[in-house]
C-alpha cells in the first residue's frame, strides 16, 4: 500500500497534512451516516485518497479497482438488507405488536396496538398504531391473536373481579353480579385462563365458592318450601 501525500507547486507536504484531511473526511462522513460507514462514506474516502496519493508512488490500479468492487458489494447487501427490512415490516400489517421508545433524557415509554399501515421515509420505517407513527427500529415484540385476545381478556376478568362488592359485603342482591364474573370466567379456555394472575384467581375462588353455597342454601329452602306446600295441600285433600 502506497503512503499518500498532499502535493502543492510540485512539492510533496508533509503526510501529517494528508493523513489529517482522510481523518476529516472520516469524520465527516461518520457524523453524516450517524456514527457509521456507509458506501458513500467509503466513496468519500476513496476519493479523497485518490486525492492525497503520493504522485511518486501512486496506488496501483487494480487496488482501486478490488475497492470499488468491495464498494458495490456492500451497497448491495445493504439494499437487499433494506429491501428485506421493507417486507418485514410490511407483513405487521394487522399483527399486534409492543414498541419501546427512548427519550433523549434515557427514560423508556411502552406503546402498544395493532399496526395499522408501514411507512417508508429515506432509510427509516415507521408503524402506525392508533394514528401514531413509531420507528420500525423501537419494535421489541410481535404478538399472536391467541396471546392478544388472551391477555385481554385476563386484564378485563381481574377489572370485572374488582368492581364486586368486598367479600364481607356480599348479599342475596349480589347473586347476579357474581354470577356474570363465573360466567365469563367458565367461557374463558384453560390458555386464556393461565393469563390470570394468582393472586385474582384465589379472590375468584373465594366468590364462587360463596355463589356455590348460596344457590345450594337457596334451591334447599326452595325445595322445603314446596314440600310444604305439598304437605298442606295433602291434609287440606283428606
Do not use: H
Not at 507536504?13 to 494528508?18: E, H, I, P
Not at 434515557?106 to 429515506?122: C, D, H, L, Q, R
Not at 420500525?136 to 381481574?158: G, H, I, R
Not at 356474570?180 to 394472575?197: L, R
Amino acid at each position: 500500500m502506497s503512503s499518500i501525500a498532499n502535493v502543492v507547486n510540485g512539492q510533496i507536504t508533509n503526510n501529517s497534512t494528508a493523513a489529517s484531511s482522510v481523518n476529516k473526511a472520516v469524520e465527516a462522513s461518520q457524523k453524516q451516516a450517524g456514527g457509521s460507514l456507509d458506501k458513500d462514506a467509503f466513496l468519500k474516502l476513496l476519493v479523497t485518497q485518490m486525492k492525497y496519493q503520493d504522485p511518486l508512488e501512486p496506488t496501483d490500479n487494480t487496488e482501486y479497482v478490488s475497492q470499488l468492487a468491495t464498494f458495490s458489494e456492500l451497497e448491495e447487501m445493504q439494499n437487499m438488507s433494506a429491501s428485506l427490512g421493507k417486507q418485514n415490516a410490511s407483513s405487521l400489517i394487522g399483527q399486534y405488536v409492543y414498541i419501546e421508545e427512548t427519550d433523549s433524557t434515557g427514560n423508556s415509554k411502552m406503546a402498544e396496538g395493532t399496526v395499522e399501515y408501514v411507512s417508508f421515509s429515506g432509510s427509516k420505517t415507521y408503524l402506525s398504531i392508533d394514528g401514531t407513527l413509531y420507528n420500525y427500529d423501537d419494535l421489541v415484540t410481535v404478538a399472536d391473536s391467541d396471546y392478544t385476545l388472551a391477555t385481554k381478556l385476563a386484564e378485563t376478568f381481574s377489572s370485572e373481579l374488582g368492581k364486586l362488592p368486598s367479600y364481607a359485603a356480599l348479599t342475596n342482591e349480589s347473586l347476579s353480579v357474581v354470577a356474570n364474573v363465573i360466567n365469563a370466567y367458565n367461557n374463558m379456555t384453560a390458555y386464556q385462563k393461565s393469563f390470570i394472575s394468582d393472586e385474582a384467581d384465589e379472590v375468584y375462588k373465594q366468590y364462587a365458592d360463596w355463589y356455590v353455597r348460596q344457590t345450594a342454601a337457596a334451591e334447599e329452602s326452595n325445595t322445603s318450601a314446596e314440600n310444604e306446600s305439598e304437605g298442606e295441600e295433602e291434609i287440606q285433600m283428606a
